[in-house]
């Protein structure tokens, strides 16, 4: 079982079973095929109970995650570099060393370098992430938050964006990170916000998934940072119009005060999440009507958009599984694939434009957690003359 990252207890109360069926090369397909999102009774703090390896997450995201890929948030993605670089530059100046950890393609770091910073690294799992920071003249180095840290080089800020939610060990992560820090360094941290978690155009797997496994609320942040002898200094709330989660960025720093490490219990996150969980019931049962008729007339199935909520669909609903005749993602990274639908049919993964040239009869199932990514579908399939029949669970 996975401990609390916070206070360290096994012990947990469940808030919500997830089962998934993924792709059987994937390297989580074990680990996420029935998992739980728990609530520590000692701390409070919410988390997935998902029984995976730390080897088997570095391949995933060394290999077979695509935000890279992703272009469709750009707007969103703007909005919150924009928020982060307010906060950078209301701690630094110009001439500030800073290291961005889990820089990804490296779009905060370059709108630094924009700004005339001078003294920017980033580090990332993944090699090609990297190219275009080295290109710009920033020092870019291949390299995970859990690494030794054994550089002289010390820094006046780093930033952890979007990353803290995916880390099996977010402890550990953050004590690695005071080890990059100058005596009066800061880490800039931005998560999602579990209290938003309400928001109704977000299906339940686009929180719960085997990427997502850390649920922060500014209690549950503080106190993980805390743990780390650090305290908050400022905060700052993300919040968008459209389906994107919101988000939560806050600054630390290092403190000696011992009244300002008292671990405070988390009572809200739960409670936010349980909100979600019923908000989201009248939907669930709208999809199972869907899929009811669907079953019923012995409909084929195209499944278009292989995420998690598609790997939640063909894990509870088998009658699906035995229907489904392709399946399509625009990712690179996923298509080729193999997904075992049942004892003798396996289905490779299909790009947009395979599926246009087969053209293959049955109803579009679009299996996304969030509405923008809907949109992109929608308008792929227009643009590809795809005239299939096409349903939005």
């Not at 275009?132 to 080089?153: F, P, Q, W």
């Not at 599984?321 to 396996?346: I, P």
Request: proline letters at 2%.
């Amino acid at each position: 079982m996975r401990l609390c990252s916070i206070c360290g207890s096994e012990d947990y109360e469940i808030l919500y079973k997830v089962t998934m069926a993924l792709p059987i090369e994937h390297p989580l397909s074990q680990a996420a095929k029935e998992f739980e999102i728990v609530r520590c009774k000692q701390c409070g703090f919410c988390f997935a109970n998902i029984l995976a390896k730390q080897e088997d997450y570095d391949r995933y995201y060394s290999e077979y995650n695509n935000y890279t890929e992703m272009t469709s948030k750009k707007k969103e993605s703007d909005q919150v570099i924009q928020d982060v670089l307010d906060i950078i530059q209301c701690n630094t100046n110009m001439s500030s060393r800073i290291l961005d950890m889990g820089s990804g393609c490296g779009r905060l770091l370059l709108e630094l370098r924009e700004r005339n910073y001078l003294n920017l690294c980033g580090i990332d799992t993944t090699e090609d992430n990297l190219v275009v920071l080295r290109t710009a003249g920033i020092s870019a180095e291949v390299g995970s938050v859990y690494d030794t840290v054994n550089t002289t080089e010390r820094y006046d800020l780093v930033c952890l964006t979007t990353v803290l939610e995916h880390l099996l060990f977010p402890e550990i992560a953050v004590k690695n990170l005071k080890k990059y820090l100058a005596p009066k360094g800061k880490i800039v941290v931005t998560v999602p916000n579990v209290k938003k978690f309400t928001k109704l155009t977000v299906n339940v797997t686009h929180h719960f998934n085997f990427e997502h496994i850390n649920y922060f609320s500014l209690i549950s942040l503080d106190n993980l940072f805390k743990q780390a002898g650090m305290k908050r200094v400022s905060i700052k709330e993300t919040n968008f119009v459209s389906d994107v989660e919101d988000l939560i960025t806050v600054v630390y720093q290092n403190t000696d005060t011992l009244s300002e490490l008292v671990i405070e219990t988390d009572t809200q996150s739960s409670t936010f999440i349980t909100r979600m969980l019923d908000c989201n019931e009248e939907k669930e049962n709208k999809r199972k009507e869907i899929i009811k008729d669907i079953l019923e007339n012995n409909d084929k199935v195209i499944l278009w958009g292989i995420g998690a909520k598609c790997y939640e669909l063909l894990s509870k609903y088998p009658g699906v599984r035995r229907s489904v005749v392709a399946l399509v993602d625009a990712s690179k990274n996923k298509q080729g694939q193999n997904v075992k639908m049942n004892d003798d049919v396996v289905l490779n993964i299909l790009s947009p434009e395979n599926f246009s040239e087969v053209r293959i009869d049955g109803i579009i199932l679009i299996c996304v957690s969030a509405i923008q990514y809907k949109e992109d579908i929608l308008g792929t399939i227009k643009t590809l003359g795809i005239e299939n029949q096409i349903c939005v669970l």
